[in-house]
C-alpha cells in the first residue's frame, strides 16, 4: 500500500501562483508514473499532468505552458507548480500514484481544495 499526502493548497486571485506538494510513502515511489488529477463540482475527475519515472511529462491541453509537474525521487515527492491561474482551475485536485511494475494499481491522495477567485 502507497499512501499519499497532498499539501498547498489555497484561495488565489486569478493570475496568481500555487504549488502543491505530493509525498509517498515508500520508496518504490520511483518506479512509479506520478500525476496530478483534478476534480470541479458536477464535473469528473480530469487529468491534470503526470510524469513517468524517467521525467517525461505530459499535461492536459488546459494546464500546458502554465502549470509544471516535478519529482524528486530522493525525496518520494511530487510537485506541481500553477502559475496565471484561472478561475475555471478551481478544483479539488489529487495526487495519482500507478504501480505499473509490481502490482498496476492506482494510490490517490486525499485531496487538496484550489480555489482561484475572479
Known amino acids: 500500500q502507497v499512501q499519499l499526502v497532498e499539501s498547498g493548497g489555497g484561495l488565489v486571485q486569478t493570475g496568481g501562483s500555487l504549488r502543491l506538494s505530493c509525498a509517498a510513502s515508500?520508496?518504490?515511489?520511483?518506479?512509479?508514473?506520478m500525476g496530478w488529477y483534478r476534480q470541479a463540482p458536477d464535473k469528473q475527475r480530469e487529468l491534470v499532468a503526470t510524469?513517468?519515472?524517467?521525467?517525461?511529462?505530459n499535461y492536459a491541453d488546459s494546464v500546458k505552458a502554465r502549470f509544471t509537474i516535478s519529482r524528486d525521487n530522493a525525496k518520494n515527492t511530487v510537485d506541481l507548480q500553477m502559475n496565471s491561474l484561472k478561475p475555471e482551475d478551481t478544483a479539488v485536485y489529487y495526487c495519482?500514484?500507478?504501480?505499473?511494475?509490481?502490482?498496476?494499481?492506482?494510490?490517490w491522495g486525499q485531496g487538496t481544495q484550489v480555489t482561484v477567485s475572479s
Open positions: 510524469i513517468t519515472n524517467g521525467g517525461t511529462t
Open positions: 515508500k520508496s518504490i515511489f520511483y518506479i512509479m508514473t
Open positions: 495519482n500514484a500507478f504501480d505499473g511494475f509490481y502490482t498496476n494499481n492506482h494510490y
